[in-house]
């Protein structure tokens, strides 16, 4: 009798040790909330900083805002990049198996190569992902190298539109004097093999910006015939200007913009 009260007492002390412990957990959470309130402010901000820039809506800024490089790091790193270039690199290829192609060899398409074909990930890591502002010596020590490996999906649409029959144009604005034989060696190490012209920036476009550049090649290859139905690149200088192509995709890059 007297056991069976003392235990009825222990269950009521339990329940009434469970009623005070979750209130208690219930009302930290408010703290808890408070706590990362910062947190995802920042994070907020950072994905309003990105999709900015990557509709062009922010224009010649020079560095990451140094409160997001660790945002940046988690997007370019955590799969949410490459996700982002795969899920382009499928509506490119919906667009190519629509086009039908003439049998006059003309039909070309267009892709930038830093950041589009070849990845500079790596080098930009030890720029903080871009919150260090551009280093023209320490970018030309790095592509010297030869080491940027290719983005997948990239990879895999170029094989496609190669295969395909297209006449692939990779366009860089890399100095062909100093960058040529290290680009041309990269790219093959890569496996980009099969493409029609690798054109790079001769002295004549020294100085000039990217947009002047590159629609000067895109308005040569037009005059020689091509017709352009795609246009790839990571700046949107990639993709204004002059005989842009029949479409123009644009793929990520919140590291650094190229005017
Ligand atoms: C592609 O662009 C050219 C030049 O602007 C245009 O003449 C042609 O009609 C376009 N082709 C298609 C299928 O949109
Ligand atoms: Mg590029």
Redesign the pocket.
């Known amino acids: 009798m007297f056991n069976a009260m003392a235990q009825r007492l222990q269950e009521l002390m339990v329940l009434f040790f469970l009623a005070i412990f979750s209130k208690a957990v219930a009302g930290l959470k408010p703290y808890a909330r408070a706590n990362i309130t910062p947190d995802t402010a920042i994070n907020n901000y950072c994905l309003s900083w990105r999709l900015a820039v990557e509709t062009n809506n922010v224009r010649g800024w020079r560095t990451v805002p140094v409160q997001c490089l660790r945002y940046i790091e988690a997007y370019m790193l955590g799969g949410q990049y490459e996700r982002d270039v795969e899920f382009i690199t499928e509506q490119i290829l919906s667009y190519v198996s629509g086009i039908d192609l003439a049998d006059d060899g003309l039909d070309a398409w267009i892709l930038d190569v830093d950041d589009t074909c070849i990845s500079n990930m790596f080098y930009y890591k030890g720029k903080r992902y871009g919150c260090d502002p551009y280093d023209p010596a320490g970018f030309k020590a790095w592509a010297l190298m030869g080491g940027c490996p290719a983005i997948p999906p990239v990879f895999r649409l170029f094989r496609n539109l190669v295969e395909t029959g297209f006449k692939v144009f990779l366009v860089t604005g890399r100095d062909q004097e100093t960058l040529g034989q290290a680009t041309v060696d990269n790219l093959h190490s890569q496996g980009f093999i099969g493409y029609e012209r690798l054109i790079l920036r001769t002295a004549s476009y020294k100085g000039q910006s990217a947009v002047t550049f590159k629609s000067d090649i895109r308005r040569q290859l037009v005059e020689e015939g091509y017709?352009i139905?795609g246009n790839v690149g990571d700046q949107w200088s990639d993709l204004q200007g002059e005989f842009l192509?029949?479409r123009t995709f644009k793929l990520p890059n919140p590291m650094y913009f190229v005017p």
């Open positions: 017709r139905w192509g029949n």
